[in-house]
């Protein structure tokens, strides 16, 4: 090894100090809950979007909405929308990838083909069945304010 007190020439195996010493990792910043206090009231509506609704769960520009909900309890709020759009799966799940990327949340892996992100304040979850008239896509989330 070197001594002691060497000077580095070149081709050295000593590197001379750093004038800022590495730290690790950068700084991780705080997670943002995605919902805030007063929660809506727990409801339900056929045909539309229920009061309240969370918009990082919101349809895809053009779907008809099949149904929404919201479930509070304290400071939880339990979602889930059904729509039908003619985008195809793709294009909603890319629509959902980049909103909820946006959001700070991670993609979780799945072996069912369902789309799930996940972070320190919910998880939020896409899947599809079938449906005549275009591509039936469900979201369902449990949100946190804390």
């Known amino acids: 090894g ?3 007190g060497a000077m580095p020439t070149e081709g050295s195996e000593v590197r001379p100090p750093t004038a800022t010493p ?5 700084p991780v910043e705080a997670a943002t809950p995605l919902i805030s206090d007063p929660l809506p009231k727990s409801a339900a ?5 229920v009061d309240g609704f ?6 895809l520009d053009g779907s008809k909405v099949s149904s929404s909900s919201i479930a509070v309890q304290d400071t939880v709020m339990q979602i889930s929308l059904s729509a039908v759009s003619t985008a195809s799966q793709d294009d909603i799940r890319g629509h959902y990838r980049t909103l909820w990327n946006t ?11 369902t789309t799930t992100f996940a972070g320190t304040y919910g998880s ?3 899947s599809f069945g079938s449906s005549g008239t275009g591509n039936l896509y469900t979201v369902y ?4 304010t804390q």
Do not use: F, K, N, Y
């Not at 959001?103 to 083909?113: C, I, M, N, S, Y």
């Open 22 to 26: 590495m730290s690790g990792l950068p």
């Open 2 to 4: 070197p001594l002691p």
């Open 141 to 144: 989330g449990v949100l946190r």
């Open 103 to 113: 959001a700070g949340l991670r993609e979780q892996p799945t072996a069912d083909g």
């Open 45 to 49: 509506r056929e045909g539309g979007i």
């Open 124 to 126: 939020l979850t896409l």
């Open 54 to 59: 969370p918009a990082v769960a919101g349809p």
